[in-house]
């Protein structure tokens, strides 16, 4: 039987380039890692918590925006004026719920202005400092966030859109 040339030089030739492809992966793999990921630290809890239900000027609008469907209670003020530096929010965490809040005051364009620690149930925290001293008039969002304890997996979180009120 007579050989063809050809065939018996292209199975070693893919053979080899096989084994390349495979080596440039491995390393890949290996030697690509420089990245790592950032390990989750979770947030401490608000220092300045109170426990109970707080007594709330009612001219800072102290609501309880529940809704069906929503994995939590809290209550805040729709009102927010400022105290100094401070903007007064009343975060309370109802003490039926069995997640911890957080809350996070953000301009309008979403970047963090201020933030409390977690909040556990049956307590509350009277205001958030803020990097700075906003005017009656500026708009502001106060986002919400639930977190399951123990895990800190989301429990969700909701936005209100307000704006810093006048004096208290």
């Given at each position: 039987?007579?050989?063809?040339?050809?065939?018996n030089?292209?199975?070693?030739?893919?053979?080899?380039?096989?084994a390349?492809?495979?080596?440039?992966?491995?390393?890949?793999?290996?030697?690509?890692?420089?990245?790592?990921?950032?390990?989750?630290a979770?947030?401490?809890?608000?220092?300045?918590a109170?426990?109970?239900?707080?007594?709330?000027?009612?001219?800072?609008?102290?609501?309880?925006?529940?809704?069906?469907?929503?994995?939590?209670?809290?209550?805040?003020?729709?009102?927010?004026?400022?105290?100094?530096?401070?903007?007064?929010?009343?975060?309370?965490?109802?003490?039926?719920?069995?997640?911890?809040?957080?809350?996070?005051?953000l301009?309008?364009?979403?970047?963090?202005?201020?933030?409390?620690?977690?909040?556990?149930?049956?307590e509350?925290?009277?205001?958030?400092a803020?990097?700075?001293?906003?005017?009656?008039?500026?708009?502001?969002?106060?986002?919400?966030?639930?977190?399951?304890?123990?895990?800190?997996?989301?429990?969700?979180?909701?936005?209100?859109?307000?704006?810093?009120?006048?004096?208290?």
């Open positions: 039987m007579k050989k063809n040339p050809k065939t030089k292209t199975v070693p030739v893919l053979c080899g380039v096989l390349i492809a495979l080596a440039v992966m491995a390393a890949a793999l290996v030697f690509g890692r420089k990245h790592k990921t950032a390990e989750f979770p947030p401490p809890f608000d220092a300045t109170v426990a109970g239900v707080p007594e709330v000027p009612e001219n800072l609008g102290y609501i309880s925006p529940y809704r069906d469907g929503m994995g939590y209670r809290f209550s805040v003020c729709g009102n927010v004026v400022m105290e100094g530096s401070n903007a007064a929010v009343y975060l309370t965490n109802p003490a039926e719920n069995e997640v911890w809040l957080k809350l996070r005051v301009d309008e364009n979403d970047n963090i202005l201020g933030e409390t620690g977690l909040i556990r149930p049956g509350y925290v009277k205001d958030v803020l990097t700075e001293n906003l005017t009656a008039g500026t708009k502001i969002k106060l986002k919400i966030m639930g977190y399951e304890p123990e895990t800190y997996f989301s429990a969700g979180s909701a936005t209100l859109n307000t704006a810093i009120g006048g004096a208290s």
